[in-house]
């Protein structure tokens, strides 16, 4: 019954994103969504992701206004690196350990790092649960560091939100 919902739900989004990109409702368009939402569930099916753990709603609205609040000050560090005086700011690919479990959440964590203004995620090597970024302003130890405190707490904000449980972290 939970896969059932979980397909309507999907065929729904990607009709409602069908019905975005043609920017009009109309019952053709609305056919055509459903459409084109089945047909992509039926020949692109995508492989099962194990989801553990529960969904806590507070950890959730904690997580989200701490990633708004970083992609404003992220947004602003940016702005004042493009209009500084000096040289440009050396950038860098840092690697970064992450101790969550889920292939599911370490892929949102990846995610949400690269939404915020300065870091790209390069790679995730699965087996070893390491992290690639490229990441804009690494000249100094001090920037290093509160790139690596920030992926550490959205880490632990998404373990909070998704992975809460005395068997995921040690």
């Known amino acids: 019954m939970r896969t059932a919902g979980l397909r309507v739900l999907t065929v ?3 009709a409602v994103v069908w019905l975005l990109l043609w920017g009009r409702i109309t ?3 609305i056919a055509g969504g459903l459409a084109v939402a089945v047909g992509v569930l039926v020949l692109l099916p995508l492989p099962r992701v194990p989801v553990q753990g529960l969904l ?3 950890a959730l ?3 989200t206004l701490r990633v708004g609040w970083y992609l404003v000050l992220s947004s602003l560090h940016l702005a004042w690196l493009a209009v500084r005086p000096g040289p440009p700011p050396r950038n860098g690919v840092l690697q970064v350990q992450s101790r969550l479990k889920s ?3 370490l892929v949102l964590a990846g995610n949400i790092t690269t939404m915020i203004p300065g870091s790209i995620l390069l790679e995730i090597d699965q087996v070893n649960r390491i992290l690639y970024y490229h990441v804009l302003d690494v000249g100094s130890a001090r920037s290093v560091a509160q790139f690596r405190r920030q992926v550490a707490e959205l880490e ?3 373990v909070n939100a998704f992975e809460r449980d005395c068997e995921w972290l040690p």
């Open 12 to 14: 729904l989004a990607l």
């Open 27 to 29: 019952p053709a368009n």
């Open 56 to 58: 806590h709603p507070l």
């Open 103 to 105: 292939d599911l959440v």
């Open 156 to 158: 632990r904000l998404l």
């Open 61 to 63: 609205l904690r997580l």
